[in-house]
Nanobody
Framework: QVQLVESGGGLVQAGGSLRLSCSAS????????MGWFRQAPGKEREFVAA????????YYADSVKGRGTISKENAKNTVYLQMNSLKPEDTAVYYC???????????????????WGQGTRVTVSS
């Protein structure tokens, strides 16, 4: 079992930045691919970014490519999502995810995930 706790969400103006953090506890953190998904009101949960177990390879949704950076510190059991140039359409609850293969997060979506955090809300005002 892996427990995931997100932090770092909040209200930010368009063009601003946020860094989301996800702390993991339980089983060996370095054994898991990690990622971020988001869910806006009335929409399905969608892939944002993923990182492999070692942290050596990353994947991004087209909507955040060039604006988002996912990173993983195995020594701290933490994964981060740095989001820059935020847009109102980035408004959503952001969920940390673990399990499966990072390569499949985009195509398989939530079905690839074994563990979820409780989510942290990001609101971008125009």
């Amino acid at each position: 079992q892996v427990q995931l706790v997100e932090s770092g969400g909040g209200l930010v103006q368009a063009g601003g930045s946020l860094r989301l953090s996800c702390s993991a506890s339980g089983r060996t953190f370095s054994n898991y691919a990690m990622g971020w998904f988001r869910q806006a009101p009335g929409k399905e949960r969608e892939f944002v970014a993923a990182i492999t177990r070692s942290g050596g390879v990353t994947y991004y949704a087209d909507s955040v490519k060039g604006r988002g950076t996912i990173s993983k510190e195995n020594a701290k059991n933490t994964v981060y999502l740095q989001m820059n140039s935020l847009k109102p359409e980035d408004t959503a609850v952001y969920y940390c995810a673990a399990g499966g293969s990072a390569f499949y997060y985009r195509d398989r979506g939530p079905s690839e995930i074994d563990y979820w955090g409780q989510g942290t809300r990001v609101t971008v005002s125009s």
